[in-house]
């Protein structure tokens, strides 16, 4: 094997500590001739999830260097990949030949065997007569080419049908053992020195394998030195067992121990396969060295599998996926993934996902599969996605920081902040929370914002200029809703203390304007803002934007009542909105226009008005009355003085004009100018 690094693969003896898997492509094409080149089927393998980081070659053969997330503990072998790739190829699947021998020298199991009722299975055999003989060259090279170092034959076969089937085994010298074999939790203060030379004292949950005198393993972890196999063992036990991965998870995790077989539990063995493993090794060793006897298959189960039936709407599917699939289809990507399934002639299917697809427990998991075999870069764009990544990203483009806030919110606060008929339906409450203060489902954002802002206040966090965007949840007529929304809020500085200018505080325009700006890149140019009476809010700095008849959402300064309630001592601006309410809303793109060629003219215009007149209702006029050149305008300042009177104010705009064709003259710009300033009147 050639001397090179891998960055995933840190390897010493035993135990066999390893980060990812490497596999060779020679074996993957011996149970499944696939035709496409490595670079091809790698890019299939990372497509279904199971990353393929890199492609070696070593002696002329190509070797995968894989990456696995923790709920694909079936693909950690050579049998889960080639199940997982025989779904998206055109190729036989040849399965690796397990055959049971019989029994044979007359050679019995000779141990008493006990296992705690906590394991699922525990399986064992013995084999007599091992001619002691070197691994053949082809064993060698396979270990050496998934990372292994070749030790013994007994070891070594042991190590193959890991790789080969996922099924860690054991073999221990039957020799060492004395009178039994126990499956139990340690005693207090027990220790064994481990095959990685150094000693580990157990705790008592702790699960060991051992004999009347000693430990023999910590179970699914790693044997110990005395009882173990050398080259010079001809008779062993064998053991194949289905552990509880949560219970190796957590003794490996105390004791500082990661090994091959530890992962392997951990993340979920096939409880179908542990028997047919250990008739693989048995045959393999009948192959290579041969034996003198066999005894029979001792089983102890405790736990019986049963196999999950999972409901599986289609209609769900096409939903989630956003496309059309007929039952046919997704039928046929079930039976590729050995998945046994009823099509209940009207909506559902009931599938029985394999016994090795740990990962596979609920209705959406059955999604995910679908999507895989179809393929991800086939599915259309979802418009809900889209929208949400264009609203994000226009959020961020205005200089805002991104939050992230917990779904589950207190009930206690939730009442404090919103009234009940201002919510969007009824609150979602959670069965059996961790605590009261995450026990509702948010039906709005601004809670979980405001709570935010209040943490970010005790740690000093004073400026913030923040949103999300998430979808809230509720029940309305007896249905469980959710809905995609975005919220803003903003308290503090406008701008970062200097010596060169005086401190100002944020206020509601800056938030408007920060609303105007948002709906300007989502392209929805036609908001309104409405006088608004929303509880939560100032009732004198709050409006409602509008498109039309349709309520988008609100935006406001927070009550100083609720302020006081959350002893918060500065001002908070809001703003919640509906992406529902507005995707359909949003219009097409406009091209890009040529930059201007002629200069433009400017003119003032300014109004004396009653403070009742709107914004609103003189850019309506202006746009009613809008000249030919008239190209932009925009509100230049508002002017009250005790002069004019407590009700009136001055409101001076800004006119931009130009030609497209050539230069305005003045007299043109007077004439249009005036014809404005005629028609705008109050």
Not at 650 to 665: A, M
Request: charged residues 25%; proline residues 7%.
């Amino acid at each position: 094997m050639p001397k090179e690094s891998f960055p995933i693969s840190q390897i010493t003896a035993i135990p066999l500590n390893s980060w990812g898997m490497r596999l060779p492509l020679s074996w993957i094409q011996l149970h499944l001739p696939v035709k496409e080149t490595p670079e091809e089927i790698a890019e299939k393998l990372t497509q279904l999830g199971i990353e393929v980081d890199k492609i070696h070659d070593e002696g002329g053969e190509k070797v995968f260097e894989i990456s696995l997330t923790p709920n694909l503990g079936h693909a950690w072998c050579m049998l889960g990949v080639v199940r997982e790739l025989k779904a998206v190829v055109d190729a036989p699947f040849i399965p690796p030949v397990i055959q049971h021998l019989p029994p044979k020298g007359d050679t019995p199991f000779g141990l008493d065997l006990t296992v705690h009722h906590t394991v699922p299975l525990y399986s064992a055999r013995r084999v007599k007569g091992i001619r002691s003989k070197e691994s053949p060259s082809w064993l060698k090279k396979r270990l050496e080419q998934c990372g292994l170092q070749p030790i013994s034959l007994i070891v070594d076969v042991m190590n193959f049908v890991m790789m080969e089937l996922g099924q860690p085994l054991h073999a221990f010298d039957a020799k060492e053992i004395v009178k039994g074999v126990d499956v139990r939790f340690a005693k207090v203060g027990e220790t064994f020195t481990a095959l990685d030379g150094k000693s580990y004292t157990f705790l008592p949950h702790h699960l060991v394998i051992a004999d009347q005198e000693k430990v023999l393993a910590l179970a699914g972890v790693i044997g110990a030195e005395k009882g173990s196999v050398t080259p010079e063992t001809t008779e062993i036990i064998i053991e194949a067992a289905h552990f509880n991965p949560s219970v190796v998870r957590k003794q490996a995790k105390e004791l500082g121990l990661s090994t091959e077989a530890s992962k392997r539990f951990e993340r979920g063995i096939d409880p179908l396969g542990v028997t047919a493993s250990l008739d693989r090794a048995v045959m393999l060793l009948e192959e290579i060295a041969g034996t003198e006897g066999l005894s029979e298959t001792v089983k102890i189960e405790h736990i019986a599998f049963q196999p999950k039936k999972i409901v599986c709407r289609l209609a769900r599917i096409e939903s989630m996926l956003g496309l059309h699939l007929g039952v046919d289809q997704v039928g046929n990507i079930f039976k590729s993934l050995d998945m046994k399934f009823t099509w209940d002639g009207k909506e559902a299917f009931t599938v029985v996902p394999p016994s090795y697809r740990n990962d596979v427990n609920e209705e959406i998991d059955l999604i995910e599969e679908v999507a895989k075999i179809f393929g991800l870069e086939n599915l259309p764009n979802a418009p809900v996605f889209l929208l949400e990544r264009e609203a994000r990203k226009n959020l961020l483009s205005l200089g805002l920081q991104e939050w992230m806030c917990c779904d589950l919110i207190d009930p206690k606060k939730l009442s404090l902040i919103l009234n009940r008929n201002e919510m969007p339906g009824e609150p979602v409450h959670v069965v059996n929370p961790s605590s009261v203060e995450l026990s509702v489902l948010r039906p709005s954002l601004l809670p979980g914002l405001l709570m935010c802002a209040l943490h970010n206040y005790d740690k000093g966090n004073h400026d913030l200029s923040s949103f999300e965007v998430g979808k809230i949840h509720f029940k309305r007529d007896g249905q469980m809703k959710e809905e995609l929304m975005a919220a803003v809020l903003m308290t503090g500085q406008r701008h970062p203390k200097s010596w060169a200018a005086a401190e100002e505080g944020i206020d509601f325009f800056d938030l408007k304007g920060v609303s105007e700006a948002f709906f300007e890149g989502m392209n929805l140019p036609e908001v309104t803002y409405k006088p608004h009476n929303h509880s939560l809010f100032h009732p004198e700095r709050q409006a409602a934007m509008m498109v039309g008849e349709c309520l988008l959402g609100v935006l406001g300064e927070v009550h100083p009542a609720i302020l006081r309630q959350l002893d918060y001592p500065h001002r908070i601006y809001l703003m919640e909105l509906s992406l529902h309410e507005l995707y359909p809303l949003q219009k097409s793109r406009e091209r890009m226009t040529p930059l201007p060629v002629f200069p433009s003219s400017t003119r003032d215009l300014t109004l004396t008005l009653d403070k009742s007149i709107s914004y609103e209702q003189l850019e309506k006029a202006i746009l009613k009355a809008r000249p030919p050149h008239l190209e932009s305008f925009s509100l230049k300042s508002i002017f009250t003085s005790d002069k004019l009177g407590a009700d009136k104010q001055n409101v001076t705009f800004h006119f931009i004009y130009r030609g497209k064709e050539d230069t305005l003259p003045q007299e043109v710009v007077d004439r249009e100018h005036q014809s404005l300033v005629a028609a705008v009147k109050f």
